[in-house]
T-cell receptor, first 113, second 116 residues
């Protein structure tokens, strides 16, 4: 299974942008890059996903390197509620409904007021 | 957005008893549901994948007779921890997906199981 590498932890100040990196050098051409986050004592929450092009939604932006071996999740203005563990996951496309998400260790983001 | 409801949110049971956890997709039909467990300060570990009407597929090292999964309808999956022991104490999380398999997962809020 293709794996991802993320820093264990990062810190940010409130209302500043945050760039969360993820390396996935063994990604294959059909793997999707998914990001989820998990607040304490809760289930994970979907953030964003992409394949090749950069993606934007109301929560965040996803910048994907041209060679797809790395990506960056961008939170444009961090708030205290963004403090969570952020998981970068490759969704391997086996071509069916059994494609599954295998979580890595994630990045613990701390947001300082 | 789509909602996955998981119950109970926490349960305490005696060693040797069985515990059932329910996972429901409230406003969509879940073709596939997944069950994860998470120990404190660790990541989520996938236990099994279930498709409606068929047997669950368990990940390596997960005992299928210990963790019974039933996915009887497109909106309900259950996980039963049989003959629970203290080492089964963990945070159990379900997730559900509609569609082709490349879309996002929706997660339940988790169930904290404590076995005494």
């Amino acid at each position: 299974d293709a794996k991802t590498t993320q820093p264990n932890s990062m810190e940010s100040n409130e209302e500043e942008p945050v760039h969360l990196p993820c390396n996935h050098s063994t990604i294959s051409g059909t793997d999707y890059i998914h990001w989820y986050r998990q607040l304490p004592s809760q289930g994970p929450e979907y953030v964003i996903h992409g394949l090749t092009s950069n993606v934007n939604n109301r929560m965040a932006s996803l910048a994907i390197a041209e060679d797809r071996k790395s990506s960056t999740l961008i939170l444009h203005r961090a708030t205290l509620r963004d403090a969570a563990v952020y998981y970068c996951i490759l969704l391997m496309n086996y071509g069916g409904a059994t494609n599954k998400l295998i979580f890595g260790t994630g990045t613990l983001l701390a947001v300082q007021p | 957005g789509a909602v996955v409801s998981q119950h109970p949110s926490w349960v305490i049971c005696k060693s040797g008893t069985s515990v059932k956890i329910e996972c429901r997709s409230l406003d969509f039909q879940a073709t596939t549901m997944f069950w994860y467990r998470q120990f404190p300060k660790q990541s989520l570990m996938l236990m099994a994948t279930s498709n409606e009407g068929s047997k669950a597929t368990y990940e390596q090292g997960v005992e299928k007779d210990k963790f019974l999964i039933n996915h009887a309808s497109l909106t309900l999956s259950t996980l039963t921890v049989t003959s629970a022991h203290p080492e089964d104490s963990s945070f159990y999380i379900c997730s559900a997906r509609a569609g082709t398999g490349l879309e996002k997962l929706f997660f339940g809020s988790g169930t904290q199981l404590s076995v005494l």
